[in-house]
């Protein structure tokens, strides 16, 4: 598109063939991921929240290094205002809220990214495997996908904590199970349209195996709605997980997240409003950042709905 | 179309099946509801056998299912058997959680349709203004927002209105422990205002979440159609804006918020069960949150029927209105 333009710009579009030639090379060729790259770097929005979703990385996973109290530090002075000491005051046992905060974001990342990982592995691979073998495969994967859409993921995840374990990554397996079912479906809508295609039936006649075509030649080419997915999966694993553990049916003592701090800390809503607002912040910036991290990825894949010119 | 409804019907009969089953062993093998029994004083083996041959336990997990299933589908849903609780029969436990549920979200869920909307015709229509931009952010804002933490600042703001309306030597108005039993009785007026006192905050909470992803879901659906080939014909006819946008563009653009409203239920159903918890209604998220802290198998299979019923209902719902509304969609 570029290269037109600059022949524009140029008046009559010279026939002479070393003017025009001139005028390819001055334009750089970029491959596909380039210019996704590129789209990507210039949507403002999703480099600060990127900047964002770095720092809670560090706060989560450095700063306990840096930080002077630990989570399991109890001091004796239950609940502190806010204090040079202090800057986000103390629990009622008199735990640091800064590292208990720094602790609830590192779970909480913890599972929100394994549940986003695991839901995208499994929906894509159940997503491609259906839409390219159809059939009876198809047909048992998406009775399974309304199988398992029609029983409540908080409900499941809530028993299966009460009847087995509350840790973090029991908490995140199970979110993960009821999580993929919206990636495979929107996977197996592509794989219809691309298995159709001509690269295919080439990659098949050349003797290519199933895996092969799918990962090979069918995933790369999903590869845009796959990543926006992930990453939208992210956001919505955050707001789940918190929400599960604010109802106490989540993550169990000892381990923690930020919807246990709010759970343990909203009473307190009205007297010491910084044990809210603080967690509060951590959550609805993560989840913002990364929502908003994933809208720039879909502008970045999609040049059709795009704001920010390549 | 008759025919079209009776095959859902028919295929999510299996669905129900296997999923109650499935629920069933997950239940069943998730706790022993008879655990705590053991530690009792004065309770021997022998007691602890017959309350578990009375209970069904020393059965097999299918045999249990069955029997399960045989009751179930004959209206005896069984008795809470939580320890220490009275024993309350599931069926009218279950119903009066349902309605008081839906009491709060089919209200709720209609004043966010509205809004949501409203909002999303408006934003696409005047593109990139400012009420645009405004709407957009809202939107991201609350759609990237915790429930429950939506519901708690609500709930305390609401308090802290009280508290100013009582210093200005009025009643209390919002309520934030939950309707009270028996209705609201009084003078007609008295009923509108302890109705909506009880009503407004917990819909406000669980409107605003809806809303989010109403409004950005109708913005897209409407701006896609308002590029489409048909409506530039339209225009290309010289009939006017407001007729384009109302006649053309805008009934087109409600089919898909039309399928989401139905979709959503699953969305609707675990914000309506945090909103209950925080603002202490009776409904079925505290009959979930209840059930599983008492560990109370009966209540939460007759939960989870009732839900997972509930959730194939509004998906066929869903698929019947498409086809109503979009002829392009043949069913049958």
């Known amino acids: 598109m570029a290269?037109?333009?600059?022949?524009?710009?140029?008046?009559?579009?010279?026939?002479?063939?070393?003017?025009?030639?001139?005028?390819?090379?001055?334009?750089k060729t970029r491959t596909q991921g380039q210019l996704v790259m590129r789209r990507f770097l210039r949507h403002r929005l999703a480099m600060v929240s990127l900047g964002v979703f770095a720092f809670l990385v560090l706060f989560a996973f450095v700063g306990p290094f840096i930080w002077t109290f630990d989570y399991e530090d109890v001091t004796s002075k239950s609940y502190q205002p806010m204090s040079g000491t202090h800057p986000l005051g103390t629990t009622q046992v008199g735990k640091d809220m800064l590292a208990l905060l720094m602790r609830g974001t590192a779970y909480s990342l913890q599972i929100a990214l394994i549940v986003a990982a695991l839901a995208t592995a499994i929906g894509v691979t159940f997503g491609a495997l259906a839409g390219y073998l159809r059939g009876f495969i198809d047909t048992v994967l998406m009775r399974l996908v309304d199988l398992l859409l029609i029983i409540p993921q908080i409900a499941v995840a809530a028993i299966v904590v009460k009847g087995f374990s509350g840790s973090w990554y029991v908490v995140a397996l199970v979110l993960a199970a009821f999580a993929w079912m919206s990636i495979a479906r929107i996977t197996r809508?592509?794989?219809?349209?691309?298995?159709?295609?001509?690269?295919?039936?080439?990659?098949?006649?050349?003797?290519a195996s199933t895996p092969r075509i799918i990962f090979k030649h069918l995933v790369p080419n999903m590869i845009g709605s796959i990543t926006v997915n992930?990453?939208?999966?992210?956001?919505?694993?955050?707001?789940t997980e918190a929400a599960l553990s604010f109802l106490g049916l989540g993550v169990q003592p000892p381990d923690t997240s930020l919807g246990v701090i709010v759970l343990e800390n909203y009473g307190q809503f009205m007297n010491r409003?910084?044990?809210?607002?603080?967690?509060?912040?951590?959550?609805?910036?993560?989840?913002?950042?990364?929502?908003?991290?994933?809208?720039?990825?879909?502008?970045?894949?999609?040049?059709?709905?795009?704001?920010?010119?390549? | 179309m008759i025919r079209y409804i009776i095959r859902r019907l028919l295929i999510s009969i299996p669905i129900l099946l296997i999923g109650s089953f499935a629920c069933y062993v997950l239940v069943a093998t998730a706790g022993n509801p008879l655990a705590e029994m053991r530690f009792r004083p004065g309770v021997t083996e022998a007691d602890l056998k017959a309350a578990e041959a009375a209970l069904g336990l020393d059965k097999p997990v299918f045999i249990r299912y069955w029997n399960w299933l045989a009751d179930f589908l004959s209206g005896d849903w069984g008795q809470s058997i939580a320890l220490g609780q009275a024993k309350t029969a599931v069926f009218p436990a279950v119903t009066d959680a349902l309605w008081t549920t839906g009491r709060l979200v089919i209200g709720a869920e209609l004043l966010a349709l509205t809004l949501g909307v409203s909002v999303g015709v408006l934003a696409a229509v005047r593109q990139y203004s400012i009420f645009d931009y405004l709407a957009t952010s809202t939107a991201f804002l609350m759609f990237s927002m915790p429930i429950f933490c939506v519901a708690v600042i609500v709930?305390?703001?609401?308090?802290?209105?009280?508290?100013?309306?009582?210093?200005?030597?009025?009643?209390?108005?919002?309520?934030?422990?939950?309707?009270?039993?028996?209705?609201?009785?009084?003078?007609?007026?008295?009923?509108?205002?302890?109705?909506?006192?009880?009503?407004?905050?917990?819909?406000?909470?669980?409107?605003?979440?809806?809303f989010a992803a109403y409004s950005r879901f109708e913005r897209a659906s409407m701006l896609e159609i308002l590029h489409?080939?048909?409506?530039?014909?339209?225009?290309?006819?010289?009939?006017?804006?407001?007729?384009?946008?109302?006649?053309?563009?805008?009934?087109?653009?409600l089919i898909p918020v039309s399928t989401l409203f139905s979709l959503n239920f699953g969305a609707v159903l675990s914000g309506a069960i945090i909103t209950e918890t925080v603002f202490g209604w009776a409904g079925m998220g505290t009959l979930l949150v209840n059930s599983v802290r008492q560990f109370d198998p009966p209540m939460l299979m007759g939960w989870l029927a009732v839900t997972a019923t509930l959730i194939v209902l509004f998906n066929l719902i869903a698929d019947v209105v498409y086809g109503i509304l979009d002829p392009r969609i043949r069913l049958g």
């Not at chain 1, 524009?8 to 030639?21: D, F, L, R, T």
């Not at chain 2, 007609?188 to 979440?209: C, N």
């Open chain 1, 189 to 207: 809508g592509e794989t219809l349209s691309l298995a159709q295609r001509e690269f295919v039936e080439a990659a098949r006649a050349c003797g």
């Open chain 2, 155 to 210: 709930k305390n703001y609401g308090i802290q209105f009280n508290n100013v309306l009582e210093s200005m030597g009025l009643d209390r108005w919002l309520t934030t422990a939950g309707p009270r039993p028996g209705g609201f009785t009084g003078s007609f007026g008295e009923v509108i205002f302890k109705y909506t006192g009880t009503f407004l905050l917990p819909t406000v909470a669980l409107m605003l979440i809806s």
């Open chain 1, 273 to 310: 409003p910084w044990l809210f607002w603080g967690p509060f912040i951590v959550l609805v910036s993560l989840s913002l950042a990364v929502n908003f991290i994933g809208d720039g990825l879909r502008d970045a894949f999609d040049p059709r709905q795009t704001k920010v010119r390549a």
């Open chain 1, 230 to 239: 992930a990453t939208l999966a992210i956001a919505a694993a955050v707001l």
């Open chain 1, 3 to 27: 290269n037109i333009n600059l022949a524009s710009e140029g008046g009559v579009v010279n026939s002479a063939p070393e003017s025009s030639s001139h005028e390819f090379d001055a334009t």
């Open chain 2, 228 to 253: 489409s080939d048909f409506v530039r014909t339209a225009r290309a006819k010289g009939i006017s804006q407001s007729r384009v946008i109302f006649r053309h563009a805008f009934r087109n653009a």
